[in-house]
């Protein structure tokens, strides 16, 4: 009969620690095939007269006797092992064919999945509420949910910018070269508490360590966007070369933003004003009026409004940061992205009179939000590396939002049991809600090894990784791109895939017990996922 799962482990340990057991392992093999070898030599040259033998009876007898010494090889393996279990009882044909199955069971999963019809996903649909383009496979609920959350379109890029990427040799580097562009105009400078690093090999990248911020700096400070927008573009020039960047491209963009931003426009004002006043440009977060910005000196500071971001000029204040809930947190750092200075997501306040209660009048969320701007709007594909910056900024954004969120919970819980509590001295500690804290990386692992204690050790190790040249991604780029410029795009590519290989491990290996998977990036590139499954004890290959 055959031994069970317990049984053959304990059986494989015992041979693995007995020397004894593997030396005559070794030398019943080579005699089995110095017998093969001997078989294979008589019935390819039988006797050929009868002084060689003395006919047929005798040709048969030695075929038995060598068949005879084939199963005496194999009660050695019986008596060696300690076990009533003969496992070459059965005829060699069949013995060989487990054998294969056994030590190559990868081929038969393959041939299994070769004559699957599934084939790779196709960008073959499109949105009819939003115009997103879908891949074959994904979720029309994606994008807007059935046209139920359709964020406002964003206006069309203007003139000299359609132009710069409808040009066949700009085309091929403006992916590039976007993030260095953006920053020539960009109206406010990012940064990270704790700084950037920047690796030298593996896909172009940048980690981010501490929290992200934006500030603007003060207009009279050379060597910055404000500054050249006001006193000296050809500055911005030379530092465009610096970078890389064609003059060409740097005064494309300049047109078009001293034609229609209203960011530049405000700058203006300036000009207005003495050289060696104090002064500042005050951008509301709301403006009855319809003004976007007035310029106010600085006696008259304390008449601003609360929450309105301050320019100032000649002033020796620090430079002032900009708040996370503001809707001109996007397009002051990202006038490639939005040159007509189209508000972002944020909160507003709901009257004059209580400005420090703020809602939510877009109506969306910031994923929605972003994922309504990203999946619509096809200049997030053409200027990729700014898209990434923008990606890993915003998601950087969120993140924020919701540290905040536990923090004010946890103080004013905190503060309803002990009235007299610093927030200083309050310890705040992520929840398991939290991805990435510590309690949800325990539970993660509390969870695995309890399915493990309770069903038993897993069966099979996988790894799925993401190919570059997979069809799907490739039919996505543009001329100069590489996977590494569509983020977006080799993500959804990889979840469609991981989703059809989830599918195959469960319909192809037999009762599924549980499966644990973990979902990584390699080299700070592309996604790949390691996998976990254990299977039930009378595992069989579905054949399809």
Not at 197 to 213: C, D, L, M, N
Request: charge should be positive; charged fraction near 25%.
């Amino acid at each position: 009969m055959p031994l069970s799962a317990e049984r053959n482990r304990e059986r494989n340990r015992q041979r693995r620690n007995n020397l004894a057991y593997r030396a005559a392992e070794r030398c019943a093999d080579r005699d089995r095939r110095r017998r093969r070898r001997e078989e294979s030599t008589n019935s390819s040259h039988p006797p050929r007269n009868h002084s060689q033998a003395t006919g047929p009876s005798v040709w048969n007898h030695r075929l038995l006797e060598n068949n005879r010494q084939t199963r005496a090889g194999d009660d050695i393996r019986r008596d060696i092992d300690g076990q009533q279990v003969t496992l070459h009882s059965e005829p060699r044909s069949l013995a060989a064919e487990r054998n294969s199955a056994q030590n190559q069971w990868w081929h038969t999963i393959h041939a299994s999945l070769s004559r699957s019809r599934w084939e790779p996903p196709t960008w073959d649909h499109s949105c009819q509420y939003c115009g997103a383009l879908l891949l074959k496979g994904e979720e029309r609920t994606l994008c807007c949910n059935n046209g139920q959350r359709i964020v406002p379109p964003l206006p069309p890029l203007p003139t000299n910018i359609s132009n710069l990427i409808s040009n066949h040799n700009a085309a091929r580097r403006i992916s590039a070269c976007s993030r260095r562009l953006n920053n020539l105009f960009s109206f406010t400078a990012i940064g990270a508490t704790n700084g950037f690093a920047h690796f030298r090999s593996g896909p172009a990248s940048v980690a981010i360590t501490g929290r992200t911020y934006h500030r603007i700096l003060d207009v009279a400070t050379p060597n910055h966007s404000l500054h050249w927008f006001l006193y000296d573009e050809r500055e911005r020039e030379r530092h465009g070369q610096e970078w890389e960047v064609q003059t060409a491209w740097t005064q494309a963009v300049r047109r078009d933003l001293t034609h229609i931003n209203p960011y530049v426009h405000s700058l203006q004002q300036f000009h207005s004003v003495s050289d060696d006043a104090t002064t500042a440009l005050e951008l509301p977060d709301t403006s009855s009026n319809g003004d976007f910005a007035a310029v106010m000196h600085a006696a008259n500071s304390t008449n601003i409004k609360p929450r309105s971001i301050l320019i100032w000029h000649n002033s020796k204040r620090q430079p002032s940061f900009i708040s996370i809930l503001t809707r001109h947190y996007e397009p002051l750092q990202y006038p490639l992205l939005f040159p007509h200075g189209t508000l972002g997501w944020g909160l507003t306040a709901t009257s004059d009179s209580c400005q420090n209660r703020l809602s939510n009048t877009l109506g969306f969320t910031q994923r929605e939000w972003y994922k309504g701007r990203i999946l619509t709007d096809q200049r997030f594909i053409i200027f990729g590396r700014l898209c990434s910056e923008y990606l890993c900024d915003m998601y950087s954004r969120i993140e924020e939002e919701r540290l905040a969120y536990i923090r004010r919970s946890r103080v004013s819980r905190a503060q309803e049991i002990h009235p007299d509590a610093d927030d200083s001295s309050i310890d705040i500690e992520l929840p398991a809600s939290f991805l990435g804290s510590r309690k949800w990386a325990s539970e993660q692992t509390a969870d695995s090894l309890a399915l493990a204690r309770a069903f038993g050790k897993p069966s099979y190790f996988f790894t799925m990784t993401c190919n570059p040249e997979w069809p799907e991604i490739t039919a996505r780029l543009r001329p100069g791109q590489n996977a590494s410029d569509v983020p977006v795009v080799v993500a959804r590519a990889f979840k469609i895939r991981l989703q059809r290989l989830l599918q195959i491990l469960r319909t192809h290996f037999g009762h599924l017990v549980y499966m644990i998977k973990v979902i990584e990036f390699q080299k700070r590139g592309f996604p790949h996922a390691h996998i976990i499954a254990k299977v039930s004890n009378s595992f069989t290959l579905v054949m399809h």
